[in-house]
């Protein structure tokens, strides 16, 4: 039986409770959450008892069991426990359900999902997958099935009972994903014809923070002890991932990042490895102009000499109307080779060709974290299929790596895969995959580190790092960027490097963008004539910015003024200025021209003067966190307490990313996305980590993880990871099988 190691808190006593209540329904053989038949609760009940989870003192679940397919019922348990809300909404997205929950908004996002994702499809494939893949799948539905069985006071939105080939709709771990380049405006331009559209305000631009990652190797002879190192730093949504450990007697000991309801750990490290992964600039999804044809009352498609059939499919999206009744749309989805149709431009239909290879994503991200050195990883990775992530390599032998995706369809590089392509040429169209040696990769580079930021692979281990000019230009479409200036300074050179010493560099207050942009700026301001009223207004800004080392700080007037300048002068680049491969930093530093540069910082002083009574205002009174509930949307609130934050947005070149705003209703600037998971990991003899998580580990407010880890995040304070078992001496809450 399970042992209490200490009192239970108010939040424990309330599992408790609701375990009892659970126990008594079942007992009574009264209607629980599922309806599960009593062969369920039989099989349930059997692999709960294969299953310890230990909560350790930030709350983080510690799972084992006998087998892997234990080890996933018993984390698909425990992350429903912790935020079985996050679980099944990434389900509902997955599978194009939201609007079931949502109403009429959520219609065209479902239908964007199902035009890619069918469950008869996920179905087959469930069938046909190996035995060994069919077991995970089974006990990640059974344990989330258990969980709601066990706790009849959680009502799911819409997912009531989940089925094992599921699991199949989201199958690689990355935030987002390739679905999501489908413009849902333009979506539902092309299928809503005969409805009203859907409203949708665009918020300013400076209002989206860059998505990505930063990921950074040490080899062992840069570093103090003689082991590799790794930095883990994703940059998503705050609370995307839970954090955990998944053990079990067959050998899996993975630690790290889990997207909410996925079964494998995707960002973290094993006994021997570790992998990191960030977002790439390879350009893997496509679009195809299609030349349609009508001919006798049907379509056609032109390919080559050929005229080929549009082919159909109709799709229903089930959405909850106004009246809490249950409607459904019918549309009628058209398809060529190239993949579904998405929009229409200029005449022409737009197919759009993106990877769909839900057995081998799942495969290949469950495998990698069982890998034991570079070779057996790149054992895995010859499934290809991952095409969203660039990944960071360390392990025990002090092999590093810098991986490009494994999933690039092989182009014809002479034409411009970054704009529509002509899908009646054959020519145009994917050629099968590139081996993997043939995408741009770094193994073991002379000067002992690779980095990513989300940069082109270019500049991944400084002078050792791939040539452009040896790659098509598919390989890359975003160029260089200020964390990677970044990144590259801090580590050329770099000797002696320690755990500690590269927290300090993942958590550098330097802004390069800025270093750009301000002596600009400033030159601007010293051009003006002495009777112009911009001389005098930005007198004292100017004279702050001037003596600036550009770096961020939560009692810095500068990094206030500077980062309201930036935003202000973003937000007036239109899409016509940066359409041609002008990047906004060029645009602010060429294009702009002094005057709007100016303008700029008086309407930035302007708004710092409005919201808080003086331009001169610190960046820590002004940027914060606040965790108010556990809503997925946030309602922000500058009467609730929250906390100082130094770290700014990436944009500027900050590898610690805080992206952060005003909200309806605020002034001060709440952040939802950035530094999210972040860890370093060094790989001596026994492997050993520190790490931190955004808030807290629950998302249950009366728990006391749900916000536990907050001040050591804003300072980047990390913990130490308990993941060897003597380490969880002293410092473990709760150990338990799940369902007791």
Do not use: C
């Amino acid at each position: 039986m399970p042992t209490a190691i200490n009192l239970p808190s108010a939040h424990h006593a309330s599992q408790w409770v609701r375990l009892l209540l659970a126990a008594t329904l079942l007992a009574s053989g009264a209607a629980t959450a599922t309806q599960a038949p009593s062969s369920d609760q039989a099989r349930w009940q059997h692999e709960a008892q294969a299953v310890t989870i230990t909560r350790d003192d930030w709350g983080i679940a510690h799972v084992h069991g006998k087998t892997d397919a234990d080890a996933v019922f018993g984390m698909s348990y425990a992350q429903a426990e912790d935020d079985f809300n996050r679980v099944e909404t990434n389900y509902l997205n997955a599978m194009g359900r939201l609007a079931e929950t949502e109403g009429e908004s959520a219609i065209w996002q479902d239908l964007r999902q199902k035009l890619f994702i069918d469950p008869a499809t996920l179905k087959t494939l469930y069938a046909k997958s190996p035995t060994w893949l069919q077991a995970l799948m089974n006990s990640w539905a059974d344990g989330l099935n258990y969980y709601l069985a066990t706790h009849p006071d959680v009502h799911p939105r819409v997912i009531k009972h989940f089925e094992p080939w599921m699991a199949l709709s989201f199958s690689e771990g990355s935030i987002g994903g390739d679905i999501e380049r489908v413009s849902l405006d333009q979506l539902e331009a092309f299928y809503g014809h005969d409805t009203p559209a859907v409203a949708r305000v665009e918020p300013p631009a400076s209002w989206a923070e860059p998505t990505g990652s930063n990921g950074i190797a040490i080899a062992p002879k840069l570093t103090a002890d003689g082991h590799a190192l790794l930095l883990i730093n994703p940059h998503t949504s705050f609370f995307f991932r839970s954090e955990l450990q998944m053990t079990s007697d067959a050998g899996l000991d993975a630690y790290g990042a889990v997207t909410w309801g996925q079964f494998f750990v995707y960002q973290g490290f094993n006994h021997h490895i570790g992998w990191m992964h960030t977002s790439t600039g390879a350009d893997v999804v496509d679009e195809f102009a299609e030349t349609i044809v009508h001919k006798d009352g049907k379509l056609f498609y032109r390919y080559g000499k050929q005229l080929r059939p549009v082919t159909t499919r109709t799709i229903s999206v089930p959405y909850r109307a106004k009246d809490g009744s249950m409607a459904s749309r019918s549309f009628t989805a058209y398809f060529t080779h190239h993949g579904p149709i998405v929009r229409e431009a200029d005449g022409k239909w737009i197919a759009t060709a993106l990877m769909n290879k839900p057995m081998a994503a799942l495969e290949q991200s469950w495998l990698r974290t069982k890998a034991s050195d570079l070779a057996s990883y790149m054992k895995v990775a010859e499934l290809k299929a991952n095409s969203s992530n660039n990944t960071l390599f360390a392990d025990d032998k002090g092999e590093i790596a810098y991986l490009h995706p494994q999933f690039i369809p092989k182009r014809d590089d002479r034409f411009d895969y970054t704009k529509p392509v002509d899908g009646s040429n054959p020519a145009t169209d994917w050629q099968g995959l590139l081996p993997l040696d043939a995408a741009p990769h770094v193994v073991d580079p002379p000067n002992g580190w690779v980095f990513n930021t989300n940069d082109w692979p270019y500049s991944a281990a400084g002078k050792y790092s791939p040539k452009r000019a040896d790659y098509p230009r598919y390989m890359d479409t975003f160029g260089e960027n200020p964390r990677g200036i970044h990144a590259t300074s801090l580590l050329t050179g770099a000797h002696d490097v320690t755990m500690a010493s590269l927290i300090t560099k993942a958590f550098d207050s330097y802004l390069p963008a800025f270093a750009r942009q301000l002596p600009i700026l400033i030159a601007d301001y010293d051009a003006l004539p002495a009777s112009d009223p911009l001389k005098s207004r930005l007198k004292g800004q100017i004279a702050v910015l001037r003596s600036w080392d550009y770096r961020w700080g939560i009692a810095s007037i500068p990094t206030s003024l500077a980062v309201f300048w930036g935003d202000t002068l973003w937000d007036k680049a239109s899409k016509a200025d940066t359409a041609e491969g002008l990047s906004i930093y060029d645009y602010m530093a060429e294009k702009a021209g002094a005057k709007a540069r100016l303008q700029a910082l008086a309407e930035a002083s302007d708004r710092l003067q409005k919201d808080f009574g003086n331009w001169g205002t610190p960046w820590g009174e002004i940027n914060r966190f606040q965790r108010v509930n556990g809503d997925i949307v946030q309602p922000f609130d500058d009467a609730k307490p929250s906390i100082p934050v130094p770290f700014v947005s990436s944009r500027w070149g900050s590898l610690a990313s805080f992206g952060a705003h005003r909200w309806p209703g605020t002034k001060r600037y709440y952040g939802t996305s950035g530094n999210s998971f972040v860890a370093v990991v060094e790989f001596g003899p026994k492997v050993h980590a520190r790490a931190i998580t955004a808030g807290g580990e629950s998302g249950h407010p009366d728990s006391p993880h749900f916000n536990d880890e907050a001040e050591r995040y804003t300072t980047g304070n990390l913990r130490t990871v308990y993941y060897w078992p003597e380490q969880l001496k002293g410092h473990t809450e709760r150990i338990y099988h799940p369902g007791s």
